[in-house]
């Protein structure tokens, strides 16, 4: 993103399981926020996002850091996984349109991740979490995806917990369609409209 506008980004990679178990991936996210203050970063000068999986994870981390009172800027999620007790209505509307992310491979992600964990631990599952203080939030999905009603839902309860949440749903494009960029306008206008985002929420550096 920082070809088109955003400020320059550090990103992570996302430890499953079964060979790193709950709460592996959270636990990392955390040292990466605590390494990126120790760089000398202030948690108003980071904008934090993810994608899928990675989205639910940095949406569990901004849970975290809203509870610490150390919040980023903001927050963006990309077809966030949310809620794994896949209980959207999206899991069985959207189940012969997306072809990309299958209910299917779902189940098998959620199983890798909980083991036999509770699917509604905020660490897992930020639709369950609390967000005091929030900073803006930024949600995109597509319409026919299975994760749709996760954003719509976490949208929802953003919004409910006094967080200034905006969804961004795309017509006929598939789980995290911004990997497509430079095939398909909708991934470039995603992204440019994150860009965006990222840099109207961050304050300029003292």
């Given at each position: 993103m920082g070809a088109i506008g955003a400020p320059s980004s550090v990103s992570s990679g996302l430890p499953l399981g079964p060979e790193h178990p709950l709460?592996?991936?959270?636990?990392?996210?955390c040292l990466v926020w605590e390494a990126l203050l120790a760089s000398g970063f202030a948690p108003?000068?980071?904008?934090?996002?993810?994608?899928?999986?990675?989205?639910?994870?940095a949406l569990s981390l901004?849970?975290?850091?809203?509870?610490r009172g150390t919040p980023p800027a903001s927050a963006f999620a990309w077809s966030p996984f949310?809620?794994?007790?896949?209980?959207?209505p999206s899991f069985v509307s959207n189940?012969?349109?997306?072809?990309?992310?299958?209910?299917?491979?779902?189940?098998?992600?959620?199983?890798?991740?909980?083991?036999?964990?509770?699917?509604?631990?905020?660490?897992?599952?930020?639709?369950?979490?609390?967000f005091p203080e929030g900073?803006?939030?930024?949600?995109?999905?597509?319409?026919?995806?299975?994760?749709?009603?996760?954003?719509v839902r976490m949208s929802d309860h953003l919004n409910r917990e006094g967080v200034e949440a905006t969804l961004s749903l795309t017509l006929g494009?598939?789980?995290v369609w911004?990997?497509?960029?430079?095939?398909?306008?909708?991934?470039?206008?995603?992204?440019?409209?994150?860009?965006a985002f990222i840099v109207a929420h961050d304050p300029p550096l003292s």
């Open positions: 709460p592996a991936a959270f636990e990392d996210a108003q000068d980071i904008s934090l996002g993810g994608d899928s999986a990675g989205g639910g994870l901004l849970s975290e850091l809203c509870e949310t809620d794994l007790t896949l209980s959207s189940a012969k349109r997306d072809h990309f992310f299958p209910v299917e491979r779902a189940r098998d992600l959620t199983q890798m991740i909980l083991g036999d964990a509770d699917p509604k631990q905020p660490q897992v599952s930020p639709l369950f979490a609390s900073p803006p939030v930024l949600i995109q999905a597509s319409e026919c995806e299975v994760l749709r009603d996760d954003a494009a598939p789980h911004h990997m497509f960029d430079g095939f398909f306008p909708e991934a470039r206008q995603a992204i440019s409209e994150t860009a």
